[in-house]
Each structure stands twice: as C-alpha cells, then as structure tokens.
C-alpha cells in the first residue's frame, strides 16, 4: 500500500494474501491499463526481478517463502522504480 500511495495516479488497487500480491493499475481516473502493467513487468525483468503481468491491468507478485527480508526489500525497491521510470515516459 506503500507504493499505492506514492504513485495514486497509476496504481488503482493492492491486494494480497500472505506473500501473494497484486498490483492494479489504471489511467485517467478508472480505466483499466494493462499497456502500463505490461512496462512495469519488462521493466521489473530488465532489473533482475521477475513478476506475473496477469494480460489485464495488474501483476502479480509472489516470492518464495523463504525469502530473506533484504531481499524483499530489495524487490519492492525494483518494483517501486519500475513504476517510477514507466510514469516519466508515458
């Protein structure tokens, strides 16, 4: 909810259930935009992180269970300027 709260504009929706997340993304207010979440996956993979782009508007994100905390972290991070660099060029 952290990363929805920094960019309101692109991210629409997190939801998630013990380490399975997705992340909902929308343009002009509502409209579903699966373009976006398509940028944010190959940005993601470029990066070294790998994410599920569901062919809608959200990926999902789904680390193993026995993740270590740095690494966690270090995967939202990716994430979080994978969004970044796609909303400065759209």
């Known amino acids: 909810n952290t990363i929805k709260s920094k960019f309101p ?3 629409s929706y997190v939801q998630g259930k013990g380490m399975i997340a997705a992340i909902l993304f929308h343009k ?3 409209v ?3 373009e976006f979440a398509s ?3 190959e940005k993601c993979m470029q990066k070294g992180l790998l994410v599920v782009h ?3 508007e959200s990926i999902k994100i789904g680390p193993p269970l026995t993740i270590s905390n740095e690494a966690l972290i270090e995967g939202l991070e990716v994430l ?3 969004i970044k660099e796609n909303i400065y060029d759209d």
């Open 80 to 82: 979080e300027e994978s």
């Open 39 to 41: 940028k944010v996956a």
């Open 28 to 30: 002009n207010g509502k």
């Open 54 to 56: 569901t062919g809608r």
């Open 32 to 34: 579903p935009d699966s």
């Open 9 to 11: 504009s692109k991210v």
